[in-house]
C-alpha cells in the first residue's frame, strides 16, 4: 500500500531532551516536506527537501533540523525542544512529476514538550 | 512573504444545501493552487489548479481558479454530514514543493 509513515504517533517529552520524528514513503518520492499544524495558524512549512542531500527552510525553521540521506526518509530532528514547539506535526511526500502533483500527507505525530 | 488567506473561517450549513468557499493568495512565484481536505487526522488532496478558468470537477465537489484576481472558490453541492470537516487552500511558490497553506474552512454540516 502506497503510504507515508511517521513515529511515533504521540509523544510527551521534556525541554531539552533531543528527539527524531522520522518518516519514510514507499513510492518512490523526490520530494519532502514538514509541517506543524497549530490552531488559528494552519499549516505551517518547516523544512522541504527536492532529493536526497537536497533540503531548504520553509517558512518556520528555527528550532529544528532536517536530514534527506536515503529518497524514502525525511527524519525531523529537535535538537533541544521547547514547550513553543509543542504541535501537531505531519510530513508530506510528492512526486516531481507534471504538473505539480499534490502531496500525500502521513498520519501526524502529537507533540507535547513540558 | 507569501500569503493565503481564506474565507469564511467557519460556515454551519444543513445537508443539501451548497456552499462556497474562497481563498485568495499573494505569493512571489504562483506554480499552482491546491485543495485539500482535512478530517480528524492527515489531509487529502481534493484538487490541484494551474490554469484561470478551467473548473475542477469530482461528483459534488468543483473547483476553479482566477489568476488574475489572485482567488479561488471550492463548491460544494446537495452537501452531506460527511462533507464536514476543514478545507486548506495552498499554493506551491517554489516549484519543488515550497507551499503556503491558508488557515482553512470549518465546515459542518447538520442534518
Known amino acids: 500500500e502506497a503510504q507515508v509513515t511517521q513515529n511515533p504517533r504521540y509523544l510527551i517529552t521534556v525541554t531539552g531532551k533531543k528527539l527524531t520524528v522520522t518518516c519514510s514513503q514507499n513510492m518512490n518520492h523526490e520530494y519532502m516536506s514538514w509541517y506543524r499544524q497549530d490552531p488559528g495558524l494552519g499549516l505551517r512549512q518547516i523544512y522541504y527537501?527536492?532529493?536526497?542531500?537536497?533540503?531548504d527552510k520553509g517558512d518556520v525553521p528555527e528550532g529544528y533540523k532536517v536530514s534527506r540521506k536515503e529518497k524514502r526518509n525525511f527524519p525531523l530532528i529537535l535538537e533541544s525542544p521547547s514547550p513553543n514547539q509543542t504541535s501537531l506535526y505531519f510530513c508530506a511526500s510528492s512526486y516531481r512529476g507534471q504538473p505539480y502533483n499534490e502531496q500525500f500527507f502521513g498520519p501526524g505525530t502529537r507533540l507535547t514538550v513540558l | 512573504e507569501d500569503k493565503v488567506v481564506q474565507s469564511p473561517l467557519s460556515l454551519v450549513v444543513h445537508e443539501g444545501d451548497t456552499v462556497t468557499l474562497n481563498c485568495s493568495y499573494e505569493?512571489?512565484?504562483?506554480?499552482?493552487l491546491l485543495w485539500y481536505k482535512q478530517e480528524k487526522k492527515a489531509p487529502t488532496f481534493l484538487f490541484m489548479l494551474t490554469s484561470s478558468g478551467i473548473e475542477k470537477k469530482s461528483g459534488r465537489l468543483s473547483s476553479i481558479l482566477d489568476k488574475k484576481e489572485l482567488f479561488s472558490i471550492l463548491n460544494i453541492t446537495a452537501t452531506q454530514t460527511g462533507d464536514s470537516a476543514v478545507y486548506l487552500c495552498a499554493v506551491d511558490t517554489g516549484g519543488y514543493q515550497k507551499v503556503t497553506f491558508g488557515i482553512g474552512t470549518k465546515l459542518q454540516v447538520i442534518p
Open positions: 505569493v512571489t512565484n504562483f506554480r499552482s
Open positions: 527537501s527536492m532529493n536526497v542531500e537536497v533540503t
